[in-house]
């Protein structure tokens, strides 16, 4: 049903070659905390009036810690979904395939414990992550598959579109050099889970009715707005981490200036920028005319 030009020997040859370990990632390097982790397009603080640069800097690292740790909440219930998956696959390559996508995940979720620790060494504050991980992917993983895979392939393409038009070229912003390794080792291997899921949402829409069809829409909007109340609690729970990591109380009007610059943020991170992606509207707006629609009009809403 969807235009693409993947296939599973490629993509695992693909992951094959360019699989890559913790120490490479690493490299006996640990985090600069005198620059910023995250582009502003991602953090969105440099707009923040009540905030002077060194608060911009807190809240840039505060970002940076929750940008990676609902990476790896997210990636929760992707592993379990892939694996429930393969169950169905013969094919071996296919199956091969699928079974690294797994593997890789599970080796991210590793990777962003092992920043949260750094992380938690290094900042001299603690900062509070939405969760438990297991409640998030069980509330996800309770919708229809096809649902669930739409909302996969909405995270691997944002992915895509963080690293490579926020990341990959931070010489004006001058990022912390290990903290885009993470993102870079990311994003190579996201790139092919992108084409992975593209594959795997074909085969399932393929199987369906048109009201199935649309029922897997409806699910993956309902997930998009089950995680944009995750992100209205965690925007509360970051202005608390910044008051402590500052060492003062913000006002009202400060407290409110900075909530609506976040959420604003926080929803073009994790909503809308993948909501958009070019490569997923257009599978959406194939499998669904009304569907398309529909993803729209709430991309606006949330806008």
């Not at 040859?13 to 120490?23: H, P």
């Amino acid at each position: 049903m969807l235009s693409h030009a993947y296939d599973y020997p490629s993509i695992l040859e693909t992951s094959q070659r360019i699989n890559w370990k913790l120490e490479d990632v690493i490299g006996g390097r640990t985090f600069d905390f005198s620059r910023p982790f995250l582009p502003d397009s991602l953090a969105g603080v440099s707009g923040i009036r009540c905030l002077d640069d060194k608060e911009k800097l807190k809240l840039n690292h505060i970002r940076g810690f929750t940008y990676l740790s609902l990476f790896g909440l997210v990636e929760e219930y992707i592993v379990p979904s892939v694996l429930d998956h393969v169950r169905g696959v013969h094919e071996g390559e296919e199956r091969r395939a699928l079974l690294r996508f797994a593997e890789e995940e599970a080796k991210h979720i590793e990777l962003f414990r092992w920043f949260v620790r750094e992380f938690k060494s290094g900042f001299d504050t603690d900062c509070g992550v939405i969760g438990p991980a297991s409640e998030i992917a069980s509330a996800i993983l309770a919708h229809c598959p096809l649902g669930v895979f739409l909302t996969t392939l909405h995270i691997e393409w944002f992915t895509q579109k963080h690293y490579l038009e926020s990341v990959r070229d931070n010489a004006a912003e001058r990022l912390d050099p290990l903290f885009c390794s993470l993102l870079k080792h990311h994003w190579m291997e996201e790139s092919q889970h992108a084409k992975l899921d593209t594959l795997i949402v074909d085969e399932i829409a393929s199987g369906l009715g048109r009201k199935e069809i649309e029922k897997g829409i409806d699910d993956y909007m309902d997930i998009g707005k089950f995680l944009d109340g995750g992100l209205q609690a965690q925007v509360r729970m970051d202005l608390e981490s910044l008051q402590k990591a500052i060492g003062r109380v913000l006002g009202a009007a400060e407290r409110a200036e900075i909530e609506a610059a976040q959420l604003k943020s926080y929803r073009w991170t994790f909503l809308l920028s993948g909501m958009t992606h070019p490569n997923f509207d257009r599978s959406l707006r194939e499998l669904s005319v009304d569907g398309h629609r529909r993803v729209g009009e709430l991309a606006r809403a949330i806008a």
